[in-house]
């Protein structure tokens, strides 16, 4: 069994960067696939950013490419989310999210294990 909390989530004006930090515990993180969601009340999550458990290969969402970049440290057993040119429209509870395939993914299925949620909240 894989444990994800997230951190870093807060309060942004437009334009600005957070940074999201996801730690695992328990099975070893570099047997699993990551990945962040969002979701905001009354939606489905939505699927945000994935890499594989190599972290050599990425995925993005075509609303956050060459905003976002997702990232792993295997060490350290973590996973980070650096959120840049932040909108409005960003604004959601993020999820850190793992699953015990090998790859990227969108799919919601895919994951097996998830985190408490993170809020960021971009102001105009």
């Known amino acids: 069994q894989v444990q994800l909390v997230e951190s870093g989530g807060g309060l942004v004006q437009a334009g600005g960067s957070l940074r999201l930090s996801c730690a695992a515990s328990?099975?070893?993180?570099?047997?699993?696939?990551m990945g962040w969601f969002r979701q905001t009340p009354g939606t489905e999550r939505e699927f945000v950013a994935s890499?594989?458990?190599?972290?050599?290969?990425?995925l993005y969402a075509d609303s956050v490419k060459g905003r976002f970049t997702i990232s792993r440290d295997n060490a350290k057993n973590t996973e980070y989310l650096q959120m840049n040119s932040l909108k409005p429209e960003d604004t959601s509870v993020y999820y850190c999210?793992?699953?015990?395939?090998?790859?990227?993914?969108?799919?919601?299925?895919?994951?097996?294990?998830w985190g408490q949620g993170t809020q960021v909240t971009v102001s105009s």
């Open positions: 999210a793992a699953g015990a395939y090998i790859g990227v993914s969108s799919d919601r299925d895919d994951y097996n294990y």
């Open positions: 328990g099975r070893t993180f570099s047997s699993n696939a």
């Open positions: 890499i594989n458990w190599k972290g050599s290969r990425t």
